[in-house]
């Protein structure tokens, strides 16, 4: 073991085909780490908006909130603040699922779970804000 | 018993959580995780209030009397913490992934800083909307 550490090469637990290739178990994970960034980002300035949203609503009335709602600039920043939160949200279970469950099959049930769950949450905000402002 | 577990008994491990000392950054780390997972659910709330609002009058008031009643309140308090928790904790990664405020000093100082202000936000949050 001693020997080891004092030779000039440190060891390796990889072999040099899996450093070269890079990605963890995942199999890729540069693309994930960026838009989770990008996402958390764009999140942030969203939340703002949002809480003006909130503070707006605050005591409406549904004739008041439906107005409000309806108004195309709070209607555009909803979805895409649905947008930009589900995507993030999808990315972040993402990496939970992965860190926990390590029963393969249940891991891809959980992940595909995922995808569905964000999309939902996501074509239910769009749906609605849509029937809000277009008065349906 | 398996090869794998033969393997990890000879290899050198890091050590594990509870040789360290608690402290401020590893309980933001571990609420980070924790309140992205609990908005991630509680994302279904802001749904449902939109649902409701596109679904007609009758509808909307039944949520909105749920969101008001006092569990709902205090829900919705929770949630809004947790959403302002989540994003300024958030900076703080943005920032050490910049390559910025890696300083045990600087680590402690953010964790603190980002605590603050999201107990601020919310504060200022409800108390405007309560007073408007």
């Not at chain 1, 004092?6 to 990889?14: G, I, L, M, S, Y």
């Not at chain 1, 107005?67 to 555009?76: F, K, Q, S, Y």
């Not at chain 1, 990315?91 to 769950?117: P, R, S």
Request: with cysteine; charged share 15%; aromatic share 14%.
């Amino acid at each position: 073991m001693n020997s080891d550490c004092n030779t000039k090469e440190p060891k390796r637990f990889q072999t040099p085909l899996k450093r070269a290739r890079g990605p963890g178990s995942a199999g890729d994970g540069t693309g994930h780490f960026m838009t989770q960034r990008a996402t958390a980002a764009v999140s942030f300035v969203l939340l703002v908006f949002l809480a003006v949203v909130f503070v707006l609503l605050a005591g409406a009335d549904y004739e008041r909130a439906r107005r409000v709602v309806g108004e195309p600039l709070v209607a555009t920043g909803l979805v895409f603040t649905a947008a930009a939160f589900t995507w993030h949200m999808k990315l972040g279970m993402q990496v939970i699922i992965e860190d926990y469950v390590h029963h393969e099959l249940l891991k891809y049930a959980l992940l595909t779970a995922n995808i569905l769950f964000c999309a939902a949450i996501f074509f239910l905000a769009l749906i609605s804000v849509g029937r809000v402002t277009f008065g349906f | 018993m398996s090869r794998q577990n033969q393997q990890a008994g000879s290899r050198p491990l890091s050590p594990h959580l509870q040789i360290y000392r608690p402290n401020l950054t590893m309980a933001m780390s571990i609420l980070h995780r924790i309140t992205g997972a609990v908005l991630y659910f509680a994302s279904f709330l802001g749904v449902w209030w939109l649902m409701g609002l596109a679904s007609g009058p009758k509808y909307f008031a039944y949520v909105d009397e749920m969101f008001r009643s006092w569990p709902g309140l205090v829900i919705l308090f929770a949630v809004s913490y947790q959403l302002f928790h989540h994003a300024f904790g958030g900076i703080r990664h943005l920032v050490w992934d910049a390559g910025y405020g890696f300083s045990t000093r600087s680590a402690e100082r953010m964790g603190l800083v980002s605590l603050g202000l999201a107990i601020v936000a919310t504060l200022l949050v409800w108390l405007l909307g309560a007073w408007t």
